[in-house]
């Protein structure tokens, strides 16, 4: 899965922060450009939104805007003179190339597993002089995420003889082609007290048809389509014929997709809807 929340197809990542934007930073960036939502939403949480003085469409920010995730406006970043831009996703990294050549410093990440994400913030937090918040957050989300279902984020596989009584989960990050989510989901839906079988953690998301999707038998089938917040239509799956005998929900695409501090409100939100 990938950091935008408009269109789909997960990439795998990394975590590590790209060269001259890491812990060697001398001075803590004052200005901050954020052209990927999780960036904005961890700078938040970290309490370093005050420095961010421009952001895409698709953050959830006042700040001015200088285009979308995928298509900045390069002079208008440039008129906001930022001493660090933030991108994330291999999908940016055409744009992190572009910025470079502009003279940009640009923190750059790619987590495509639940720990690269953890590993992320402290990225993050170390290039905008935040580390120890970092630290504080890392383990706060660590403690909240141990408590949230009946499995850790360090049994999230299970495989297909090892049911353990934990719902089958199917979730949907793109409705056309069907596309099982990848990446992190496996790690929420384990965290979460479920079992994953259609995509191991840190594959990328995947196109499936409904023989494979019904042969796993879902218990729960999660749609948190990209882009479209919760207002995914639940009966997507009777117009495309899937007959499945499992429980539908519509989650908001960011609590699943964007690889920030919102995916424990995720895996929050996952772990009472197997519970029902």
């Known amino acids: 899965m990938y950091d935008s929340s408009m269109s789909g197809g997960k990439r795998g990542g990394r975590s590590e922060p790209d060269a001259g934007t890491g812990p060697g930073t001398v001075d803590a960036p004052d200005r ?5 939502p999780s960036a904005t939403a961890t700078l938040s949480a970290l309490g370093a939104d005050e420095r961010i003085v421009g952001v895409t469409t698709h953050c959830d920010l006042d700040r001015p805007t200088v285009g979308g995730w995928l298509t900045p406006d390069y002079d208008r970043l440039a008129d906001l003179d930022p001493d660090l831009v933030c991108t994330c996703d291999d999908l940016q990294a055409s744009i992190r190339d572009a910025l470079r050549e502009r003279g940009h410093d640009v923190h750059h990440v790619a987590p495509s597993t639940l720990p690269e994400v953890l590993a992320s913030f402290e990225a993050l937090g170390a290039a905008v002089g935040r580390a120890d918040a970092a630290a504080d957050l890392v383990a706060a989300f660590d403690e909240h995420l141990n408590g949230v279902g009946s499995a850790g984020v360090a049994g999230a596989a299970g495989t297909e003889d090892d049911r353990d009584g934990r719902p089958v989960v199917y979730c ?3 409705g056309d082609p069907p596309m099982a989510a990848g990446n992190w989901v496996p790690d929420l839906v384990a965290a979460a007290g479920g079992r994953y079988p259609l995509v191991e953690a840190g594959e990328r998301s995947r196109e499936v048809s409904r023989e494979a999707v019904a042969a796993v038998d879902p218990d729960h089938v999660i749609l948190h389509h990209c882009g479209a ?6 009966r997507v799956l009777d117009r495309r014929g899937w007959d499945l005998d499992a429980a539908v929900h519509v989650v908001d695409d960011s609590l699943l997709n964007q690889p920030s501090p919102r995916l424990l409100d995720g895996a929050e939100t996952l772990a009472v809807l197997f519970s029902d």
Do not use: C, I, K, Q
Not at 32 to 36: D, F, G, I, P, T
Not at 229 to 234: L, M, S
């Open 229 to 234: 917040d919760d207002g995914t239509d639940p």
């Open 172 to 174: 949907e990050e793109w």
């Open 32 to 36: 901050v450009v954020s052209l990927a």
